[in-house]
């Protein structure tokens, strides 16, 4: 079971990135114009892992970031 308190080691997230790809993969193979778009920052490294799995997958897909920085509701509070 997964929890707030379960910890995962680098294993366990490589099998759970590897099965989200292959569930993108199934439902999407075939489309020209797929794109995974990570929010920055650790939305892009993601992406990216997505991204050559699909690619491993025979799937290619384009990567891109996007930037939520000055669309916040707190930017006043917290600058960047």
Known sequence: PVGPSTKHDARFLHAAIGEIARGIADRHRGN????????????????????????????PCGVGTIDTSF???DIAQRPI
Do not use: C, F, K, Y
């Open 32 to 59: 020209p114009r797929l794109l995974l778009l990570g929010v920055a920052n650790g939305g892009v490294e993601l992406a990216a892992r997505l991204a050559r799995h699909l690619a491993t997958a025979g799937v």
């Open 71 to 73: 669309h916040r509701d």
